[in-house]
């Protein structure tokens, strides 16, 4: 790490956390996976949720990046302006570690909830 206050980086990280895996995309992803196509809760949607979240994670990132180019920054100064060089790589990391996390203690209750609406629906 070059520098960067290890409080900061916690709070950095939670921040990331609750920000980029327990964001709503995580719930809403497995909301379309289970009601919306053939796959059934298990390994598969676990998967490809985690897989959503690391790409919107991925596509925030090459954002933050490209609007660097545009802007005219050079890469040292953009990783500047980062604090550290694995910049990306903590918060991509973080992303996956959020939506593990929402997978783990928020899937069961998403699964009820899911169930209680299909029951409304077709009862």
Known sequence: MTGRDPRALLAAGAVALVVSGIAPHDRL???LLIRRSPLRPGKWPVFLVLCVCLA???TYELFEWWTAVIGGESAEAFLGTQGD???T????FMALVG???AQVLLGRLHDR???????QSHG
Do not use: N
Request: net charge negative; no cysteine.
């Open 29 to 31: 992803t497995w909301g």
């Open 89 to 92: 790589q903590w918060d991509m």
């Open 99 to 101: 939506a593990a996390t």
């Open 85 to 87: 060089q694995w910049d």
């Open 56 to 58: 919107i994670s991925a």
């Open 113 to 119: 909830q899911i169930a209680r609406r299909e029951e």
